[in-house]
């Protein structure tokens, strides 16, 4: 909280006196190899490790040579205007954009060392290490219990009836929703409004346990108190896991990330650590969308 | 345009009442539409009820059948002198206790003429109802037993005010059997029954001996073996080709031929039938085996065009939620998009069974318009089905088998509405909302 406000009082500073352009990615210790991104853009304990990433939607490119990694028990924020390819990045992470006809990902992305574009690689386990949260709310047309069932069912994460219970109340405890549907489990999911619907969505990724999520404006559609709640939860998370938020919210991602990505046209500009890049952001791009001059 | 007018600054109001002077425009142009929908529905029911009222104003009185009741002395000396007691009772002059019996309620007939034409109040088929009874109970024989028999077409013509009059060429009955028949209504001895045999029999040169069972089981048949190929194979080809398959040249060109296959006239189904089926697999001819074959490869494509129409119409986000937790494309398709589209691939499948059942074309090339007497007893056996029979039936120049076509036009269509009944059942039944 403290270094929210700090970050609140940097940013009404920064709106008022109007800097002139500047451009300090030279001055800062950063390897070469990596492109214009200004910043730091590998970590120490890298769990996942994106190099030269190219994204084309048939002939159209949507993500520029982008280099990051993202750190072990780290929450990396993914901000930027709409539509510079926020989204189309983190589906990379887990191979989502397979799914999309006549997308095309070149580069490489690690995870643990591991290339996941590798034609050996399966993504039936990779996507269950790599949980995602989509930015529209997509529960099954099933019932809420089946909906944070599936996952752990598919891949037998438990052995009996009980234990799955265990599993989907935890889930939707932690997501903040259990106290709304305990007595309509048996319920369509699709019967819940849009910020419950995302919140299913949430119990349901966390039901399979992944070792990193991907979350993709998981909060857009909810209220403050939800949101607070989606936010401890991450926080939660972050002490096993990794995590990648997309978000339009600077305050959310302040308060959630240890380190903030800023894209740009399908460019990632600027990577640093949050309070660095909220605060102090060394590309002007990055200062001109922070401190709301657009986007 | 100059700045001037893009400029101009709005009086309040205005936009309200340029609305409200467009609005009446509007509403004429809304119910025009409405009009022309409404008169378009309207026009297509009146149509439909006509045509169904004069199906079933021509057909219903097939659905009786003018019966004379006799009462028969089995007698045992005409009961032929056999070994084997199946052939004995088999070959009894069953006829000649037909005569008999009717010849007991009108003792005055003696000449020979006139007796003739007593007797041709009768069906031809009227003994094989005494020898079934028999037959099935031999211990009637050396009694005497009422029993009904069927009346000759013309007499049930006759009795259904279908003749016409007097003194045209179709009215076949003389005075006097006219007033026999009048004498036997009298006594309560003619009727007009249920007519069980219509839907117990098969074909037959004969009207009154003639049903519609026979070409029933032979549309079940052949329904059946197309049934049980055509929704296993274009459902399993539909979730290939949608959710498995590659997009490449290959696959272009197997859905441009699944397309055009759709579109092919059916009686060339029934000439690649006969080629390929009958003269190179040299299965039976007329059988509902081969029918079904056809009517597969005829509905085929419909099935999988609706299959692929329906897996299109699931939402993808369902699918990427389901590869998000981890699901394989398999368990993907099988847990969540296919029990999403089922109820569309089903009503795909049910209006193309429906359109199979219709059809006669294809196979008439493959022989199912022969004459058949007997109810099929197996895919193999030769067959007729539904349309066909309506076809022949429509084509024999007896009067009665006019009743009979519109008859089995009404069972056709009960069949119909049978399935698309179920279609409709199975949509509610399965239908999700997402
Ligand atoms: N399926 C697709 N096919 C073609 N182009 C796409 C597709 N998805 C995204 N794009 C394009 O890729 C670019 C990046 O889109 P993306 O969805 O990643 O933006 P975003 O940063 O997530 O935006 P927002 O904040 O609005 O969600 C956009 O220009 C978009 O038009
Ligand atoms: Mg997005």
């Given at each position: 909280m403290n270094s929210l406000l700090e970050l609140k009082t940097a940013m009404r500073d920064e709106r008022t006196e109007v800097k002139p352009a500047k451009r300090l990615g030279t001055n800062v210790s950063f390897d070469r190899d990596y492109g214009d991104t200004v910043g730091e853009v590998t970590a120490s304990n890298a769990r996942m490790v994106c190099r030269d990433v190219n994204v084309f939607y048939g002939p159209k490119q949507a993500i520029h040579g982008v280099n990051l990694d993202i750190g072990r028990n780290e929450v990396i924020a993914l901000i930027g205007p709409s539509g510079c390819g926020k989204s189309t990045f983190i589906r990379c992470l887990n191979r989502m954009n397979d799914t999309i006809v006549g997308?095309?990902?070149?580069?490489?992305?690690?995870?643990?060392?591991?290339?996941?574009?590798?034609?050996?690689?399966?993504?039936?386990?990779?996507?269950?290490?790599?949980?995602?949260?989509?930015?529209?709310?997509?529960?099954?047309?099933?019932?809420?219990?089946?909906?944070?069932?599936?996952?752990?069912r598919i891949h037998g994460l438990t052995q009996n009836k009980a234990e799955l219970e265990e599993v989907v109340e935890n889930s939707l405890r932690r997501a903040g929703l259990w106290d709304e549907v305990k007595d309509s489990l048996d319920q369509p999911g699709t019967s819940l409004s849009g910020g419950q619907q995302q919140r299913l969505c949430i119990a349901r990724t966390i039901a399979v346990n992944p070792e990193v999520i991907l979350m993709d404006e998981p909060c857009s559609a909810l209220d403050p108190i939800a949101t607070a709640r989606i936010e401890q939860l991450i926080d939660e998370l972050r002490m096993q896991f990794t995590i990648a938020i997309v978000t339009h919210s600077m305050q959310q991602a302040a308060r959630v990330s240890q380190r903030t990505a800023y894209f740009h046209l399908g460019k990632l500009i600027e990577v640093g650590e949050t309070a660095q890049v909220f605060t102090n952001p060394r590309h002007q791009l990055t200062e001109d969308y922070i401190t709301g001059r657009f986007g | 345009m100059n700045s001037a007018s893009s400029s101009r600054p709005i009086t309040p109001g205005e936009t309200l009442a340029k609305v409200k002077a467009g609005l009446p425009r509007r509403r004429a142009a809304e119910r025009r539409f409405r009009a022309y929908g409404l008169a378009a529905i309207v026009g297509g029911l009146v149509v439909l009820a006509i045509l169904l009222l004069d199906i079933l104003f021509k057909g219903h009185s097939a659905f009786w059948q003018t019966r004379i009741e006799l009462d028969v002395f089995v007698d045992p000396a005409m009961v032929a002198a056999s070994s084997d007691e199946r052939t004995r009772l088999m070959e009894a002059d069953y006829s000649g206790m037909i005569r008999q019996g009717l010849g007991k309620l009108f003792p005055e007939v003696t000449e020979r003429g006139r007796k003739r034409s007593l007797g041709a109040l009768l069906s031809g088929g009227a003994p094989y109802e005494l020898r079934d009874r028999v037959?099935?109970?031999?211990?009637?024989?050396?009694?005497?037993?009422?029993?009904?028999?069927?009346?000759?077409?013309?007499?049930?013509?006759?009795?259904?005010?279908?003749?016409?009059?007097?003194?045209?060429?179709?009215?076949?009955?003389?005075?006097?059997?006219?007033?026999?028949?009048?004498?036997?209504?009298?006594?309560?001895?003619?009727?007009?029954?249920?007519?069980?045999?219509?839907?117990?029999?098969?074909?037959?040169?004969?009207?009154?001996?003639?049903?519609?069972?026979?070409?029933?089981?032979?549309?079940?048949?052949?329904?059946?073996?197309?049934?049980?190929?055509?929704?296993?194979?274009?459902?399993?080809?539909?979730?290939?080709?949608?959710?498995?398959?590659?997009?490449?040249?290959?696959?272009?060109?197997?859905?441009?031929?699944?397309?055009?296959?759709?579109?092919?006239?059916?009686i060339v189904f029934g000439l690649l039938g006969l080629a390929v089926f009958i003269n190179f697999f040299q299965l039976p001819r007329s059988s509902p085996l081969v029918g079904g074959l056809v009517l597969t490869l005829m509905t085929l494509p419909v099935i999988i065009i609706a299959?692929?129409?329906?897996?299109?119409?699931?939402?993808?986000?369902?699918?990427?939620?389901?590869?998000?937790?981890?699901?394989?494309?398999?368990?993907?398709?099988?847990?969540?998009?296919?029990?999403?589209?089922?109820?569309?691939?089903?009503?795909?499948?049910?209006?193309?069974?429906?359109?199979?059942?219709?059809?006669?074309?294809?196979?008439?090339?493959?022989?199912?318009?022969?004459?058949?007497?007997?109810?099929?007893?197996?895919?193999?056996?030769?067959?007729?089905?539904?349309?066909?029979?309506?076809?022949?039936?429509?084509?024999?120049?007896?009067?009665?088998?006019?009743?009979?076509?519109?008859?089995?036009?009404?069972?056709?269509?009960?069949?119909l509405i049978l399935m698309n009944g179920l279609a409709v059942y199975l949509r509610r039944r399965f239908e999700r909302r997402w």
């Open positions: 997308c095309r990902v070149t580069g490489s992305i690690q995870l643990d060392g591991q290339d996941i574009y590798d034609p050996q690689m399966d993504v039936v386990p990779l996507r269950a290490q790599i949980g995602m949260v989509f930015q529209k709310p997509n529960p099954f047309p099933k019932s809420i219990y089946e909906n944070v069932a599936y996952g752990p | 037959v099935a109970d031999p211990a009637l024989i050396g009694q005497t037993i009422p029993i009904w028999v069927t009346a000759s077409p013309d007499v049930d013509m006759f009795e259904k005010g279908q003749l016409g009059a007097p003194d045209t060429d179709s009215f076949r009955l003389k005075s006097d059997q006219i007033e026999w028949l009048a004498r036997l209504k009298q006594e309560h001895r003619l009727e007009k029954r249920f007519n069980t045999q219509f839907f117990s029999a098969g074909d037959s040169r004969e009207p009154e001996q003639s049903g519609i069972w026979g070409a029933a089981v032979g549309s079940f048949f052949t329904l059946l073996v197309t049934l049980s190929l055509s929704l296993p194979m274009g459902i399993a080809a539909a979730i290939y080709l949608e959710e498995f398959a590659p997009r490449n040249r290959w696959t272009d060109v197997i859905e441009v031929n699944i397309n055009n296959l759709a579109a092919v006239p059916s299959g692929r129409s329906a897996l299109k119409a699931v939402p993808p986000s369902i699918r990427e939620a389901a590869l998000g937790v981890g699901a394989s494309s398999m368990q993907t398709v099988l847990h969540h998009v296919l029990p999403l589209a089922l109820p569309g691939m089903l009503t795909g499948g049910i209006i193309g069974m429906a359109r199979a059942l219709g059809e006669s074309a294809p196979l008439l090339m493959i022989g199912m318009v022969a004459f058949i007497v007997d109810v099929p007893g197996s895919v193999m056996d030769p067959a007729t089905v539904l349309p066909v029979q309506i076809y022949l039936w429509a084509d024999s120049p007896e009067r009665a088998f006019v009743e009979r076509t519109s008859a089995a036009i009404l069972v056709l269509l009960a069949f």
